[in-house]
């Protein structure tokens, strides 16, 4: 163990193993704070994997993070450069600004007001706040007065292209993933939840009515021939969404390496969250007008639950292949030529 600390204290430089420390502090608290909902919300219940998901992250991605590490204190590490360089400073000291006064405003809530969902949001969105900029600004620095070392003008890029941001990036998941499973504002969940009513219950009337079977919608109720189906917050799909959303972002920060590929596939998992969401509601709606609307409580409405999550990760694993799909064009234009 003491051998594996060294070979910890040689890879990383003290400052950002310091900050590693103290990021751990705030996951830490974050993690206690959040279970509060994790533990009465069932719409955010997968919040007990986040912790493990997040550690699994950092250690796959451990080897690519030394990389980086190793780049940003390198001779001729690239850096932002001109009017990108000001403005990348802006972004960092704006954002850590923002972080520490939301984080304060939740400490300050919450012991005010207890545990609140205000506050748990404002505690995830400071953490995120702060972190994220320590992570940059302790990244290690080029000796002084190495040969290649900033300011050459090889070494400005854009801002994209800075060390500092890249080794950054490796942190993305592990921090902004607790902003997933934290609780949202009541107003907001309030009006996500109707929203999505209003899609599902009007797309149900609609097929049927394109079947051609005898159905009524009456606000968020369909009335059958044999009763009525009311149409509830929980069938709204938002359970669903939220977890999809985790799992999409799960399976994109370990299995894909583009950002865009792997926004692509977080978008992608919220499709298929309000796609399968929908065939649950035709589903239990056609079993209601088969069986009684009664026939759907218990057993058969949470079977079709958590087929929607399974059918949902199913899907996403099937579109990782896809995803990951390389085209050398440059190939392709040789064969033709030849």
């Known amino acids: 163990m003491l051998a594996g600390w060294k070979n910890l204290r040689a890879a990383v430089p003290a400052p950002f193993l310091a900050t590693l420390g103290l990021g751990a502090g ?60 000001w403005l990348l400073r802006f972004a960092v000291f704006g954002t850590l600004a923002g972080g520490v006064l939301m984080f304060l405003l939740g400490a300050f809530y919450r012991a005010g007001a207890g545990t609140s969902q205000p506050g748990t949001l404002a505690l995830t ?31 400005r890029q854009g801002i994209f292209s800075d060390a500092r941001v890249q080794l950054t990036a490796w942190f993305l998941f592990p921090v902004l993933i607790w902003l997933v499973s934290a ?6 969940e309030t009006q996500l939840n109707l929203a999505l009513l209003r899609r599902v219950v009007v797309v149900v009337a609609f097929v049927f009515d394109l079947l051609g079977v005898a159905i009524e919608q009456q606000g968020n109720i369909l009335a059958l021939p044999n009763g009525n189906v009311g149409v509830e917050d929980a ?41 399968t969401n929908l065939g649950r509601s035709l589903f239990l709606t056609a079993w209601a007008y088969q069986y009684g609307p009664n026939a759907i409580e218990g057993t058969v409405h949470d079977v079709a639950g958590y087929a929607v999550l399974g059918l949902t990760v199913v899907g996403l694993l099937c579109l990782l292949p896809i995803f990951n799909l390389k085209f050398d064009l440059r190939s392709a234009d040789a064969e033709a030529a030849s």
């Not at 995120?128 to 003008?153: K, Q, R, S």
């Not at 609780?183 to 907001?188: E, I, K, L, N, T």
């Open 26 to 85: 705030f996951l830490a608290f974050v993690a206690w704070d959040q279970s509060h909902w994790w533990r009465i919300k069932e719409d955010y219940s997968f919040g007990w994997l986040v912790p493990f998901f997040v550690l699994f992250v950092v250690h796959d991605r451990w080897a690519r993070i030394a990389a980086s590490l190793g780049a940003c204190a390198a001779p001729g590490s690239p850096r932002a450069g001109g009017w990108e360089k």
């Open 125 to 155: 969105l400071g953490m995120v706040g702060i972190l994220l900029p320590l992570l940059f600004l302790n990244a290690p620095e080029p000796e002084p007065g190495t040969p290649g070392t900033l300011p050459a003008a090889s070494a």
């Open 183 to 188: 609780p949202m504002v009541s107003a907001v």
């Open 235 to 275: 069938c709204s799909g938002i359970r669903s969404l939220t977890g999809c959303l985790f799992a999409g972002s799960f399976l994109a920060a370990v299995f894909l390496d583009s950002f865009p590929r792997k926004v692509a596939l977080v978008a992608a998992a919220l499709f298929l969250a309000f796609l």
